[in-house]
């Protein structure tokens, strides 16, 4: 009676304590635990805690082996099945459905381009879909090449120097043949000058500067004219920005006189008009060493 008593009183116990239903120990193994019938096969997966006895184990089993079908056209044979073929066991230990070739690209999609997905890279993109319990053979792979080739990747993020466009090099022989121009200013005005005109030979790295009234032609073609030419003869080739002081028919009249061929720097890349901007850089920096604090002077 005792007996009876103190099991009543500890499936209570049982019973009215949560949990009733623990999670998983992924350090202990799994028991499969089956049993059959002339209606069905029964089958529970579950684990075993402090190895303690567990009396009948296959009662779940055996109950659900047991329950009758009341559709006749389930009870014809079927075929055994003993794999699942949309499954597989993955190298971290966890079981992932395998995921068919027409519905990769929508998986692709859905993790790199969709809200939730945020355009990551490849790698970022492939964690995403084996944490939604998603996986296929050349997925790593795949994601590489999905990210690669994304519209929206490539027009948003910067331009490596493989996909640029291609740049005109700039061949120099001898000492003045190239030679960059560039105006620098407005600046406060001084002795009615309020722009400086600088030309640097590529090679030498020889700068001559001029100070102007204004920015217009006429003051590029005299400097051209009465100080560059006569001093150091005519270069092969002037390279200038986009400047409409550059861009008129006075100067192009006179480069063909001379027989000057005329670049202009391509738009958003300084590195073709570098050299004159680092001399525009030294003289600005020479400028506010040198004038007082007034800027009159």
Same mark, same amino acid.
């Given at each position: 009676? /005792?007996?009876?008593?103190?099991?009543?009183? $500890? /499936?209570?116990?049982?019973?009215?304590?949560?949990?009733?239903?623990?999670?998983?120990?992924?350090?202990?193994? *799994?028991?499969?635990?089956?049993?059959?019938?002339? @209606?069905?096969?029964?089958?529970?997966?579950?684990?075993?805690?402090? !190895?303690?006895?567990?009396?009948?184990?296959?009662?779940? +089993?055996?109950?659900?082996?047991? /329950?009758?079908? %009341?559709?006749?056209?389930?009870?014809? #044979?079927?075929?055994? =099945?003993?794999? *699942?073929?949309?499954?597989? @066991?993955?190298?971290?230990? =966890?079981?992932?459905?395998?995921?068919?070739?027409?519905?990769?690209?929508?998986?692709?999609?859905?993790?790199?381009?969709?809200?939730?997905?945020?355009?990551?890279?490849?790698?970022?993109?492939?964690?995403?879909?084996?944490?939604?319990?998603?996986?296929?053979?050349?997925?790593? $792979?795949?994601?590489?090449?999905?990210?690669?080739?994304?519209?929206?990747? !490539?027009? #948003?993020?910067?331009?490596?120097?493989?996909?640029?466009?291609?740049?005109?090099? =700039?061949?120099?022989?001898?000492?003045?043949?190239?030679?960059?121009?560039? *105006?620098?200013?407005?600046?406060?005005?001084?002795? +009615?000058?309020?722009?400086?005109?600088?030309? #640097?030979? @590529?090679?030498?790295?020889?700068?001559?500067?001029?100070?102007?009234?204004?920015?217009? &032609? *006429?003051?590029? /073609?005299?400097?051209?004219?009465? %100080?560059?030419?006569?001093?150091?003869?005519?270069?092969?080739?002037?390279?200038?920005?986009? &400047?409409?002081?550059?861009?008129? !028919?006075?100067?192009?009249?006179?480069?063909?006189? @001379?027989? =000057?061929?005329?670049?202009?720097?391509?738009?958003?890349?300084?590195?073709?008009?570098?050299? #004159?901007?680092?001399?525009?850089?030294?003289?600005?920096?020479?400028?506010?060493?040198?004038?007082?604090?007034?800027? !009159?002077?």
């Amino acid at each position: 009676m /005792l007996d009876c008593l103190e099991a009543f009183n $500890k /499936l209570k116990t049982l019973l009215t304590t949560a949990p009733i239903m623990a999670s998983p120990n992924w350090s202990l193994p *799994f028991e499969l635990m089956c049993d059959a019938s002339n @209606y069905a096969i029964g089958a529970v997966l579950g684990q075993r805690q402090d !190895k303690l006895p567990q009396g009948n184990e296959n009662v779940v +089993a055996n109950h659900l082996s047991k /329950l009758v079908s %009341t559709n006749a056209a389930e009870e014809d #044979v079927l075929t055994l =099945i003993e794999s *699942f073929p949309d499954e597989q @066991y993955c190298p971290d230990q =966890i079981i992932r459905r395998c995921i068919p070739a027409e519905e990769q690209e929508s998986v692709l999609t859905f993790a790199h381009q969709h809200a939730c997905g945020g355009h990551f890279g490849g790698k970022q993109t492939t964690a995403k879909i084996l944490q939604s319990g998603l996986h296929w053979p050349t997925i790593f $792979k795949d994601a590489h090449v999905w990210c690669q080739t994304c519209d929206r990747c !490539k027009r #948003v993020e910067n331009q490596s120097k493989l996909n640029e466009m291609p740049q005109q090099s =700039i061949l120099v022989v001898e000492l003045f043949d190239v030679l960059g121009i560039d *105006f620098m200013g407005p600046f406060p005005s001084s002795n +009615a000058h309020q722009y400086i005109l600088v030309a #640097v030979e @590529y090679v030498s790295k020889w700068v001559e500067a001029v100070a102007g009234p204004t920015n217009q &032609g *006429f003051v590029l /073609l005299k400097f051209l004219q009465g %100080t560059i030419f006569p001093s150091f003869g005519t270069p092969r080739a002037i390279i200038s920005d986009g &400047g409409k002081h550059f861009l008129n !028919k006075q100067f192009s009249a006179l480069l063909t006189k @001379y027989g =000057i061929s005329h670049r202009v720097a391509t738009a958003y890349h300084p590195q073709t008009f570098g050299q #004159v901007e680092v001399s525009n850089r030294e003289i600005k920096r020479i400028i506010k060493k040198t004038v007082n604090a007034n800027r !009159k002077d």
